[in-house]
């Protein structure tokens, strides 16, 4: 999922990038994309309050790629396109494009409606099963300790572990089974190929689809026109690089994907531009990485970076959006060898840069 903080701290210049289709569609209603591919809206409830989601018709059924997060909007918001736009004509397959609610929230709900498969990728499969899973336990002590070595205070540490599991109330109950789709795999739709190209770091192995015909790359969370992409490091794996896994994907995508495309996001509008904004996205990463670099001039903690990071203050409900982000940087410094951390006899993580072309 997304949230406004992480949104770009300069604003994107409206000249950079063309949205050719104009107005967005109402929820439950579609534009027609290209022949076969229709742009619909589901509803979200929060700041970002939508997520796109795509219709592509094959033969007698229609492909879905993206569904929506579970909420009683999103099934009203199908429950009409079914009977309008989608001419009531069964759903075949369900495509995510990875685990995230706002995406995998109804694949459940239409699998079992429309007696349909889930093809996704295996690691977003099992993670979401994984996360699915921790509905209804106790937050564990490797997720009390994670937070604590960030520098969160007690009151924080309550929060988390109320909201702990949380991931699961925004998902129906996911298939018990599901088709792989893996980098490079080919999928026809419609008579047309639509080719896997995997993304790391946003998720652990998102899914775009790039079919060269249409000239059209469905590009999930893994590319969006007007929000840089929350990269985080989360409890399960404290030392993940996530950071070098999204600059080695968004390398990968400019030379696989022509920049011919029309770059079909999950949030925004459909947009030209897409190696120019793959150039920006990897600049300003690497642009937060220098200025955390500098203010670890002097020992700190995740949650002192927030300013370095962030051109709005950090409230309480984006605590862990946001410190996940400065552990995804920190860590990337870690691996470059630019910084080092040390524990403290409380168990709070402190950063500190290291000047690397000394060693
Ligand atoms: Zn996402």
């Not at 995998?104 to 690691?123: E, K, P, Q, Y």
Request: a negative charge; one cysteine or more; hydrophobic letters at 40%.
């Amino acid at each position: 999922m997304e949230s406004e903080p992480f949104r770009d701290r300069a604003p994107v210049n409206s000249d950079t990038f063309t949205y050719p289709l104009g107005s967005p569609p109402a929820p439950g209603d579609a534009v027609e994309v290209a022949p076969g591919v229709l742009w619909l809206r589901m509803p979200l409830p929060m700041a970002l309050n939508h997520i796109n989601v795509w219709a592509l018709a094959d033969k007698d059924a229609w492909t879905l790629v993206d569904t929506g997060i579970q909420i009683p909007e999103t099934a009203t918001a199908w429950q009409r396109a079914f009977s309008t736009t989608l001419h009531g004509r069964p759903v075949g397959r369900i495509i995510c494009t990875h685990m995230h609610p706002d995406h995998i929230g109804m694949a459940g709900w239409l699998t079992r409606r429309f007696d349909c498969r889930l093809w996704m990728t295996r690691l977003e499969y099992v993670t979401c099963r994984m996360l699915a899973a921790d509905t209804g336990r106790e937050a564990p002590a490797d997720g009390i300790r994670f937070y604590r070595a960030a520098g969160w205070d007690e009151e924080a540490i309550e929060d988390y572990k109320a909201r702990f599991g949380e991931f699961g109330k925004h998902i129906y109950a996911l298939p018990d089974s599901f088709r792989r789709i893996s980098d490079g795999d080919e999928i026809v739709i419609g008579g047309r190929t639509w080719h896997a190209v995997i993304g790391r770091g946003h998720s652990p192995e998102h899914l775009c689809l790039h079919c060269p015909d249409l000239a059209l790359m469905i590009s999930g969370d893994q590319v969006l026109p007007r929000i840089t992409s929350n990269v985080s490091v989360h409890p399960t794996e404290p030392e993940a690089d996530p950071l070098r896994d999204w600059l080695a994907s968004i390398a990968d995508i400019a030379r696989r994907v022509s920049d011919d495309v029309l770059v079909l996001p999950a949030h925004n509008e459909p947009f030209r531009g897409l190696h120019t904004r793959l150039s920006q996205l990897s600049e300003r990463h690497e642009e937060s990485l220098g200025r955390l670099r500098e203010a670890l001039c002097e020992p700190k903690r995740a949650i002192d970076v927030f300013d370095t990071m962030f051109r709005r203050p950090v409230g309480p409900g984006l605590l862990s959006f946001a410190t996940g982000e400065a552990l995804a940087h920190l860590n990337c410094l870690i691996h470059r060898r630019q910084a080092v951390v040390k524990l403290d006899a409380d168990g709070i993580a402190w950063y500190r840069s290291v000047d690397s072309s000394l060693e």
